[in-house]
Each structure stands twice: as C-alpha cells, then as structure tokens.
C-alpha cells in the first residue's frame, strides 16, 4: 500500500455554471478576497421604445460568489491559469488584452 488515499469527487448540491463577467478584489491577510459576478443585457426598455432604441439598453450585474484563496493557492491558480492561456492561444490564436480592445476602438473611432 503506498499511503496514498483514494480520492473521489462529486458536485456539490449547490454547484452551479457561472459565466463571469468580471472579477474585483482585493488582498487581506489570508490572501486575497475576489467577487466573481456576471453580466446579463437586458433590452426590455428597448423593446418599449418605438422606434427601437439600443441606447436605453441596461446591465444587470449580479455577484456570484465570493472566493477567499490563500497565497499558495494564489501561486498555484496563477500558473495553472497562465498555462491554459498559452494552450488556449496556441489552438484559438492570440488573446488581445483589454488595453489592445481599447486601442483598437479608439482608432476605429478617430477614423485610423
């Protein structure tokens, strides 16, 4: 026996797919505390103009989960993360950052 545990896994009742629409946080003496929320578009006061307005479309924020990570777990998300990013852009082609997104649309706009 080598005194390695059997490991088994299962999905929490309250398990549930979120689709993150952004993250904020900050650090804390147990590490860092980080609020994932989602984003949803919502039209409805769209669909009540006539003609259609798309400028009275509004965003609907909600906080999904609040995750305290430990500095270890930190570090170990971080490379985890960092390695499927390059596995990502690797198969999917480049990620631009949101500075490149920004840049771009600036240009767009001035007519570049």
């Known amino acids: 026996m080598s005194g ?6 299962e999905y929490s009742e309250s398990f549930k797919r979120i689709n993150v629409g952004g993250i904020f946080g900050g650090i804390a003496p147990s590490g860092i505390e980080v609020s ?6 919502r039209i409805d006061k769209v ?12 965003v609907k924020r909600t906080v999904e989960v609040e995750l305290v990570i430990d500095p270890m ?5 971080h490379k985890w993360l960092e390695s ?3 596995e990502y852009e690797t198969v999917f082609g480049h990620i631009p950052s949101p500075e490149e997104v920004e840049s771009r649309g ?3 706009a001035e007519g570049v």
Do not use: D, F, G
């Open 4 to 9: 390695i545990p059997e490991i088994r896994s």
């Open 36 to 41: 994932i929320y989602s984003e949803e578009r």
């Open 47 to 58: 669909l009540e103009t006539e003609p259609l307005s798309s400028n009275r479309m509004t």
């Open 73 to 77: 777990q930190m570090k170990s998300i």
């Open 84 to 86: 499927k990013i390059k």
């Open 106 to 108: 600036r240009r767009k």
